[in-house]
């Protein structure tokens, strides 16, 4: 298990392919840098960073990247093979996956989020961040670790969700908010430290469960999906 | 038949027929790019996402009419239509421009192209505008069914229809061509940098999507200058604002100030820019 995990981990960073995934946190401090250094007052600066850029868009694309790059990659070049051929329980293959996307996407959103955090309003609130981030990572990750196991093309699958569901159906339509990971992350986040930034549709335990739900629920899913997993050629 | 030095002949012939030129490939090329941009002439799997963003697209846009139509309700006008849907022009970008350029890395396919009159010019070219006219016809027929439900409903005769045609719906076009020319450079230029489709996808949608908070960053500082420069950042309010520019005080939601030529230089350079990469892209390509 832990030699999956270490291939998965060089797959994603071998090559310094892992400086792909540092301009997103980067800008997102440095906005918030800038921002300080022009003496913006957090209350207008907040809401942009940390919610329209942080939580709607470093958050859900690493994850993103990560998730689908973990398993989907593998999938799509057919080197799958090599690990399903080896006596390893496919348990083991998506819990090693699973942890790695969910450690590197919740580093990579965590700690620019609590920078953030902590520069727009206080300690208490960065660790708010970054606690909702973790949870939000750990949801989004089994999502497309999932989907990259139902269907060829899991990248769209997962930007459809995120630019049409939660983007453009989570303005409009409130109904959709219940099926929204980025609005579990934001009801976290503002009942650990209520602040005028956050704006928490979702109460806390429908928050806490429903991630609960789509960690663990997908993890459990892509599980029994990986048992029954028949190779395809290219296709389409 | 016999002759000296021949073991075997088997009957291979050359062609002697005519051979078509760049232009031919160009053209074939061309016509393969935006066929496969909606998965024409290929199988259902590929047909769902462009023709899902097709389907929202066309749907916005009958709602509108109709609204207009019944209720005389302009939820948008043709300058607005365009950003409202911004969201779905990235989701197509990001699904058709690694279908133009990533498949033909991966299929290792580049040295078999290159091998034929094509120059880098002619393949760059050809899925550029590709992919131009395929994101124009996701713009602009929703623009038509617009202008053509307004105009069977407008009183006022062929003068108000004309005024109709000539002072909304080819402005709305110029602007979508605008739109078309933008998204597909910059998206064909970031998905020619990998075969993976997947990367590419996430790459394109990445790039689009972290510019535009920053124009809302941007235009919160203290300062007019740098509110009036903030649309320069990402590539939707860059085209708000060289079309704020050109009609001179259009309102579109967004304060250039002074700056409007910059708006423009910006926005010509960003197209530039992101071809002559492209072109620079395939002076050389790998054969695998």
């Known amino acids: ?236 | 038949m016999s002759d000296a030095g021949v073991i075997h002949d088997i009957g291979y012939q050359r062609y002697e027929g005519p051979r078509l030129g760049r232009a031919a490939v160009f053209g074939a090329l061309y016509q393969h790019g935006l066929r496969a941009s909606f998965g024409l002439g290929r199988s259902i799997k590929a047909k769902i996402f462009p023709w899902l963003v097709v389907g929202i697209v066309l749907l916005v846009a009958v709602i509108n009419a109709a609204a207009r139509a019944q209720f005389d309700v302009i939820l948008f006008d043709y300058f607005e239509f365009d950003s409202t849907i911004s969201w779905l022009i990235i989701f197509f970008v990001a699904i058709v421009a690694p279908e133009l350029m990533s498949r033909d890395m991966r299929a290792g396919v580049l040295p078999l192209y290159f091998s034929r009159p094509l120059r880098a010019a002619d393949y760059v070219g050809a899925k550029v505008a590709s992919l131009v006219t395929a994101v124009f016809l996701l713009l602009g027929v929703p623009q038509l069914i617009m202008f053509l439900t307004a105009a069977f409903t407008l009183d006022g005769g062929i003068g108000k229809v004309w005024e109709e045609f000539y002072g909304a719906l080819l402005p709305g076009w110029a602007y979508s061509l605008l739109w078309a020319v933008l998204f597909a450079s910059i998206s064909l230029l970031i998905a020619s940098l990998t075969g993976k489709r997947a990367f590419a996808a996430g790459g394109i949608v990445a790039f689009f999507l972290m510019t535009t908070p920053v124009v809302g960053v941007l235009s919160i500082l203290p300062s007019e200058t740098a509110q009036d420069l903030a649309g320069l950042v990402s590539p939707m309010s860059l085209i708000n604002g060289v079309y704020i520019w050109l009609a001179d005080g259009v309102d579109l939601g967004l304060d250039v100030g002074r700056f409007g030529p910059i708006y423009g230089i910006e926005a010509f350079c960003l197209v530039a820019v992101a071809l002559l990469l492209l072109l620079a892209r395939y002076r050389k390509v790998a054969s695998l």
């Open chain 1, 1 to 236: 298990m832990s030699t999956v995990a270490y291939i998965t981990a060089r797959g994603l960073f071998g090559r310094r392919r892992a400086l792909l995934l540092l301009p997103l946190p980067l800008l997102l401090v440095g906005l918030a840098l800038i921002c300080e250094a022009y003496d913006v007052s957090p209350a207008d600066w907040g809401q942009p960073v940390v919610v329209g850029l942080g939580l709607a868009v470093v958050l859900p694309v690493t994850a993103l990247i990560v998730g689908t790059g973990v398993l989907g990659s593998e999938v799509d070049d057919g080197t799958i093979i090599h690990i399903l051929t080896k006596p390893l329980p496919r348990r083991d293959i998506i819990l090693a996956k699973m942890l790695v996307a969910a450690g590197v996407t919740a580093v990579t959103a965590a700690v620019p989020l609590f920078v953030v955090g902590a520069l727009a309003e206080s300690v208490r609130f960065g660790l708010a961040l970054a606690v909702g981030a973790v949870a939000g990572a750990l949801a989004y990750s089994a999502l497309f670790l999932l989907l990259s196991l139902l269907t060829r093309r899991p990248v769209l699958v997962g930007l459809a969700y995120i630019l049409v569901w939660e983007g453009l159906l989570g303005r409009f339509v409130s109904g959709t908010r219940v099926l929204s990971i980025e609005q579990y992350v934001i009801g976290i986040a503002d009942k650990i430290a209520p602040s005028a930034i956050l704006d928490g549709k979702v109460s806390l335990p429908v928050a806490v469960v429903m991630s609960a739900i789509f960690a663990v629920g997908g993890t459990l899913y892509a599980i029994n999906r990986l048992g029954s997993f028949s190779m395809a050629g290219e296709t389409s």
